[in-house]
């Protein structure tokens, strides 16, 4: 059942090029555009629709948050990211202008399935992106776009991340699409530089015996930091939540433009920090991250540094780099985010903790 892997999470993380490529599959017509014939929402609504609400909890609220950059930038539509239990026991100001998102791997999450309820009481629209067949939130919701992730066993989420980010790009694009926010020929590229994500991710994994000998080195370690800006924000809370889950220690993970307000007071001599870094072919947002690996080194912060093949900025900053091949900004967070994964997944093991069981956690969590 584990494909020849020592753990669920092991097969779960390679099985993520295939997660992609199943999501995207089938989901464009022969002349390239996009159709989403399971959004059976009516399009004068997916027209009119002023704000997006994504709900979710853990891992699937990272994907929303990572969605928020993408869509906002194709579709000019404000998207709020909630997680889902304060979504609900709050007076949210939904219509039935707010297309409401709901992300849910199990599509059993209590909270998650609450919010939706919430939502539909007051008018909106819900669309579910969710994992697992004819589960709650796809029966409750108003239309489902499913990620074609396969069945996720490990309670930590992996492919079903990846493939979230996946779906909720393909839903973002067809929005702008039909709202005429993008050409064809723009959302075409779009979905090119998808279609080249499942290589990438391969190109990742086949250099994962670094990230593992790195974590192993690092069982020790009581405390992680994670740093990350943009798109890379998520990526950063996403590498603390896998490490918390799995290695049970102490991570935090920061947008990196938050540092001097605060966060920069925990940095002392050794302490780890990730930095997620975007492609230096965004150059003014590059040179901040830059600008913030070489603040916390200066203060002592061993740094374990994910960038790009080919950037040199980094190097003198950098204690560790791990490199993921040139990939545009939006797209970064589907490879960016493998190490982290495999970084948390390897130090549990080398702690001799269970990787797919961790202590306190259910797979699906169907209490409020
Ligand atoms: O099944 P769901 O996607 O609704 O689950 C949401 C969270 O409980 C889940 O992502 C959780 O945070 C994972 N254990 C994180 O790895």
């Known amino acids: 059942v584990k494909g020849g892997f020592d753990s669920f999470m092991d097969k779960e993380i390679h099985d993520q090029p295939q997660a992609v490529a199943d999501t995207l599959l089938g989901r464009t017509d022969e002349l390239g555009r996009l159709k989403l014939d399971e959004l059976r929402i009516d399009e004068t609504i997916l027209r009119s629709i002023d704000k ?11 994907a929303g948050h990572v969605a928020k950059y993408a869509v906002e930038h194709w579709c000019r539509i ?5 997680l889902a239990h304060e979504f609900r026991y709050r007076d949210p100001v939904v219509n039935e202008k707010t297309l409401v998102v709901a992300i849910s ?87 090119t530089e998808l279609g080249r994500i499942p290589g990438k991710i391969e190109e990742v994994l086949a250099r994962q015996e670094q990230v593992r000998e790195v974590a192993r080195a690092m069982k ?11 798109v890379g924000f998520p990526v950063a809370l996403e590498g603390a939540l896998k490490l918390k889950e799995l290695a049970y220690i102490h991570a935090e993970g920061f947008a990196a433009g938050e540092l001097k307000h605060g966060p920069i007071a925990l940095i002392e ?8 870094v975007p492609t230096p072919r965004r150059p003014t947002l590059h040179a901040k991250v830059i600008s913030n690996i070489q603040e916390i080194r200066a203060r002592g912060a061993r740094t374990l540094v994910i960038a790009e093949d080919g950037d040199d900025d980094v190097t003198p900053f950098a204690d560790v780099v791990f490199r993921y091949p040139p990939t ?8 960016s985010v493998v190490p982290l994964q495999i970084f948390a997944g ?14 306190n956690l259910a797979k699906s969590v169907t209490v409020e």
């Open 52 to 62: 997006i609400i994504v709900v979710a909890c853990g891992t699937a609220a990272y």
């Open 105 to 191: 791997q199990s599509g059993e999450t209590m909270d998650t399935i609450m919010a939706v309820r919430h939502a539909r009481e007051q008018g909106s629209k819900v669309l579910a992106v969710v994992n697992t067949y004819g589960s709650t939130i796809a029966r409750e919701s108003d239309a489902v776009l499913y990620t074609h992730a396969g069945p996720e066993v490990a309670v930590a989420s992996t492919k079903a991340f990846i493939a979230q980010i996946t779906a909720t790009y393909l839903l973002g694009l067809y929005l702008a699409q039909l709202r005429g926010n993008k050409y064809i020929d723009e959302v075409a590229d779009y979905l």
């Open 269 to 276: 001599e050794g302490q780890p920090v990730f930095v997620v």
């Open 328 to 335: 545009p900004t939006l797209m970064t967070p589907l490879v």
């Open 346 to 359: 390897e130090l549990a093991r080398a702690k001799g903790y269970d990787v797919d069981q961790p202590r």
């Open 220 to 230: 020790d370690t009581t405390s992680v930091l994670f740093l990350g800006r943009h």
């Open 78 to 82: 404000p998207v709020e990211v909630e």
